[in-house]
């Protein structure tokens, strides 16, 4: 059984409230926030008793005034949309223009600065936003509904569903950033990681995909044995220094897929992270653009500090033929499933 916990977390700039939520399994726990559905907290067993290993901050106000998905949910569409438009059925549809060229992560408004609405339902916390249509430039009103489970097991679920009345895009993900030597050990130092990957998706200066795959074969991001951050990112590579580090999609598969398989585990300070994922794309982020701005607790979150682990469809996929559709057609449902599962070594 979960143990909830609801709290006050302060009100918006436009004077919405926004809650915290507590769920304990055991000797887990997770801070969910309905501002964006951040994932504020992950604690978890360590040598040492237990250790906090997921980025956040101590207040709203930190949340609003940043532009780095701290744990938030992202969509309508992760990642980028290059050109900031795109034409579906005949109809051009532009997008706001918040990342180079691009449109990033859903826009100027995307669903990590929604308030959702929170219940608890079958020992699970369950957001759910409305996306009124032409909001953001996506057509169609999307219905959402991101269920988070916690078991004893150190496993917590992510379960994403969406229905739209038109025809649309979606792709959506989390935005965690984790630390597993602790949220404020401020370096990768000590952690491998491993991507169960043969092809990343090339990108241009811009971080748009240009529609190549690149094999990993004798590149930084061959990740198929376990590697440690830092060698990999000491690594020459043209694709390392247009992201300024890991920022890259790895193609796990072409399709989604079912059930979950395991895409990636990272390990270090005594504990092992296992992230399994319906989706076909997980893409690596390692922190690079963070700017040293202090975190929970005064924490000092710079480059490089963390890692993220978002499961999604290729960016920029509505671009390409060759890639995973993001089309979602009127009056179906979307359903992806992501897990990160944390244990001792």
């Known amino acids: ?30 801070q969910v926030l309905t501002y964006g559905g951040v994932l504020r907290s992950f604690i978890v067993p360590a040598p040492e008793g237990s250790r906090d290993i997921a980025l956040g901050y101590d207040s709203l106000a930190e949340y609003e005034s940043q532009d780095k998905y701290l744990g938030a949910l992202v969509g309508r569409v992760a990642n980028r949309i290059g050109g900031a438009a795109f034409d579906l059925d005949g109809i051009h549809y532009p997008l706001a223009v918040n990342n180079g060229p691009n449109c990033l992560h859903g826009g100027l408004r995307g669903f990590d600065r929604a308030v959702w609405k929170a219940q608890t339902e079958n020992n699970s916390l369950v957001l759910t936003h409305v996306s009124p249509a032409g909001e953001e430039g996506f057509p169609g009103t999307l219905k959402v509904k991101v269920t988070y489970t916690l078991t004893e097991d150190g496993t917590l679920t992510l379960d994403y569903q969406a229905k739209s009345d038109a025809v649309t895009l979606c792709n959506l993900t989390n935005h965690s950033y984790f630390n597993l030597l602790g949220h404020a050990h401020g370096s990768l130092e000590g952690q491998q990681v491993q991507i169960w990957a043969d092809a990343i998706t090339e990108t241009d200066a811009d971080s748009t995909p240009t529609g190549v795959l690149l094999p990993v074969e004798g590149t930084p991001f061959d990740l198929r044995s376990p590697r440690d951050f830092l060698q990999g990112l000491a690594m020459e590579h043209p694709q390392l220094t247009l992201g300024n580090g890991y920022d890259h999609n790895f193609t796990l598969h072409t399709t989604p897929v079912s059930p979950l398989s395991l895409a990636a585990r990272v390990s270090g300070g005594g504990l092992c992270l296992e992230c399994c994922t319906t989706q076909p794309g997980l893409q690596l982020y390692t922190a690079n653009y963070l700017d040293g701005s202090p975190g929970k607790g005064g924490a000092c979150y710079g480059p490089r500090s963390a890692f993220c682990l978002e499961t999604q469809a290729w960016p920029d996929a509505i671009h390409h033929a060759n890639f995973p559709s993001v089309v979602l057609p009127a009056r179906e449902t979307y359903h992806h499933t992501t897990t990160y599962r944390v244990t001792m070594l």
Do not use: C, E, H, K
């Not at 909830?4 to 009100?11: I, L, S």
């Open 1 to 30: 059984m979960i143990d909830f916990r609801r709290q006050p977390f302060g009100v918006t700039a436009d004077g919405r409230a926004v809650d915290q939520w507590t769920l304990r399994a055991g000797s887990y726990a997770v």
